[in-house]
């Protein structure tokens, strides 16, 4: 019989305890969250209960990020439609590209939500590019449905709570 793997996520926050949640279910797995700050507390210092977080796939094709995106859209997805008093919910994005952030560390980030022909369009629902009036900053629009998590009602919801257990 093999030993279980042990794992340390040093995070409690939405990544973290997200990534808790996901490895917990291989039972091969041994899954601990280590953290100043856990589901509960409130400090300066712990600012996930407040924090947005959404989902936004800016991985290269091919690319392990880009791997990770795609396996994390079917969690959440799963989540919205399923259980949606979990805090996270499909809301209307919208990414404009600028002309002036070409070649930036910031245009290398938003590239990939902003390509003609983005890999995550069969992946998040209503991918589809914007007709806008074409000012000079502005390259590219994309609008899509991505998802927005309610970070407070996440971090105390049975979901996390059950990684936790």
């Not at 990770?68 to 799963?78: G, H, M, S, Y």
């Not at 809301?91 to 002036?100: C, E, I, P």
């Not at 890999?119 to 994309?142: M, Q, S, T």
């Amino acid at each position: 019989m093999r030993c279980p793997l042990l794992i340390h996520i040093c995070s409690a926050g939405v990544l973290g305890l997200s990534t808790a949640l996901v490895l917990s279910k291989h039972k091969h797995l041994n899954v601990t969250v280590v953290a100043k700050h856990m589901p509960g507390d409130y400090d300066i210092e712990y600012a996930s209960p407040w924090a947005g977080a959404n989902y936004f796939p800016v991985g290269k094709p091919g690319s392990n990020l880009q791997r990770f995106e795609k396996a994390t859209w079917a969690e959440l997805d799963r989540i919205c439609r399923e259980v949606p008093e979990a805090g996270i919910h499909y809301q209307v994005t919208r990414t404009f590209g600028r002309t002036k952030d070409a070649g930036t560390a910031t245009g290398q980030w938003f590239e990939e939500l902003t390509k003609e022909d983005a890999w995550f369009k069969d992946v998040v629902p209503n991918v589809r590019r914007e007709h806008i009036i074409h000012v000079l900053i502005f390259v590219i629009a994309r609008l899509y449905s991505l998802t927005c998590i309610f970070s407070y009602h996440y971090l105390h919801h049975k979901l996390i709570q059950q990684a936790l257990d």
